[in-house]
């Protein structure tokens, strides 16, 4: 059981492993019977244990490292070996360029025979060199290696291919950078005044060091011109290689902007696996400044403002009607004495009032729409039904008020009656008064 189960992981990597280079929607049939077959890191007795080939070199060197290609199926099998730069996918796999690609970097470092025989469930092993060229720069140098079948049915060509990695390391000053370009971000507001948006911000992380590098990142918002803001984490969890970018897609909530908006990123990256000491680390910053106009916002001010000059406007309507009342009320009784005075009466209004025997009690009659008394004891004076009874002290002036026309307004029939206490306890005396005729 343990030396059967090496055999079925490989078989599993073998089938996980193959990559199809046929048209895009294209089906290519199985070959009969089925080829089974996988690809390890060995030494001279066959597969070693190790996953990937992973070596820190210096300019010039050669090393020589095996491989063990084992063919699980039933029948011998010849395979052609390759080797090609190596990168990583959008979601963070290692693969090498096809055989349509040229390589440019490790991939031509690695030299290794063309093909191999494998016979019917046996396992070959070959060697191949690392060659380090001399003016190699220092950092990483990945690259892969590969055993591939091809087959072809009809007009459909497919190669499927089984390898590992071969990670390559130039002595050197080690650089961990990283950039960032296109970065970019929308506002997603809400129509709802009172509730906040989203920022929604994108951008491409690129691998600026010679090294592998992961990294921590934050990505914050400046709102309400620096007064408030949010932010959110940004780190860069799968490791990029060097000259490799991966994008990013980052939304902050919560967001309440007016105007501008501020959006920066910043990145820290660190050496994968720790790195060596004395490693350069250059972090990355970058700012995009964003201009939102607050249409919610301007809307609910707006209709504030609207509700205000309407309040205003009904008031001032309100009183400049009773403005307009009152003076219709005063011309209407200017005109009722103008009325009588054509009418050809002989006095507009003639009044006498009798006063104690101390003093003599003088009425001034002013124009037929009103008096003025100075009497040195008089207490009360009635006035017709239309007419409300004033008090005043003595010393003091007397006047009335038209109750249906208001102060200005004269009253035809007016009748004044002036009383007084009687010292000698007789009862009191009324004046005289004269009615218009």
Same mark, same amino acid.
């Not at 020589?64 to 099998?77: G, I, K, M, Y």
């Not at 390589?103 to 092993?125: F, N």
């Not at 990695?165 to 129509?191: C, E, I, P």
């Given at each position: 059981?343990?030396?059967? &189960? ?33 690809v ?11 996953r ?95 055993a ?10 497919v ?24 970065l970019?971000a929308?506002?997603h ?19 600026a ?51 501008? &908006? ?28 964003l ?34 009342? &009152? ?30 025997p101390s ?12 008096f ?55 009862p ?9 005729a």
């Amino acid at each position: 059981m343990i030396r059967t &189960l090496p055999r079925l992981l490989a078989v599993l990597a073998a089938v996980l492993v193959t990559v199809p280079i046929a048209p895009a929607g294209a089906r290519a049939e199985p070959t009969s019977p089925t080829l089974t077959w996988a690809v390890q890191p060995a030494n001279q007795q066959g597969p070693d244990g190790r996953r990937w080939v992973e070596h820190t070199l210096d300019p010039g060197q050669v090393v020589t490292e095996r491989l063990a290609v084992r063919n699980f199926s039933d029948r011998p099998a010849v395979f052609s070996l390759k080797a090609a730069d190596g990168y990583l996918t959008d979601k963070g796999r290692f693969n090498m360029l096809p055989s349509s690609r040229k390589s440019v970097d490790g991939g031509t470092w690695v030299k290794i025979q063309e093909k191999v025989s494998v016979a019917a469930k046996g396992t070959t092993v070959v060697p191949f060199t690392i060659t380090v060229p001399r003016d190699a720069t220092p950092g990483d140098h990945p690259a892969g290696i590969a055993a591939t079948v091809n087959s072809a049915s009809g007009t459909v060509a497919v190669e499927s291919r089984v390898g590992f990695r071969v990670m390559m390391r130039v002595s050197g000053t080690v650089t961990a950078a990283l950039a960032v370009k296109d970065l970019a971000a929308t506002y997603h507001g809400s129509w709802n005044p009172f509730a906040a948006g989203t920022v929604r911000v994108t951008y491409t992380t690129t691998n600026a060091g010679n090294v592998a590098v992961t990294g921590t990142g934050r990505v914050a918002t400046g709102e309400l011109f620096g007064l408030t803001g949010h932010d959110a984490q940004a780190d860069v969890a799968q490791q990029i290689l060097p000259g490799g970018n991966r994008k990013f897609d980052i939304s902050i909530g919560g967001v309440r902007t007016l105007g501008r &908006l501020r959006t920066t990123v910043d990145l820290t990256p660190a050496v994968v696996d720790g790195g060596p000491t004395g490693a350069e680390i250059r972090p990355a910053s970058a700012t995009v400044t964003l201009w939102t106009v607050p249409w919610p916002q301007l809307a609910l001010v707006a209709i504030l403002v609207a509700l205000v000059f309407a309040a205003r406007t009904i008031i001032r309507r309100r009183k400049r009607r009773l403005t307009d009342l &009152l003076a219709q009320a005063r011309e209407e009784g200017r005109a009722e004495a103008r009325e009588s005075a054509n009418a050809g009466t002989p006095k507009r209004l003639r009044s006498t009032v009798a006063a104690s025997p101390s003093g003599a009690s003088q009425s001034v009659h002013n124009g037929g729409c009103g008096f003025i008394t100075r009497p040195p004891r008089v207490h009360r004076v009635s006035a017709s039904p239309s007419i409300v009874a004033a008090d005043s002290l003595p010393g003091r002036d007397l006047s009335y008020r038209d109750v249906r026309g208001g102060p200005d307004r004269c009253s035809r029939g007016l009748t004044l009656r002036a009383t007084q206490p009687n010292p000698r306890g007789r009862p009191p005396w009324p004046a005289r008064s004269r009615r218009q005729a």
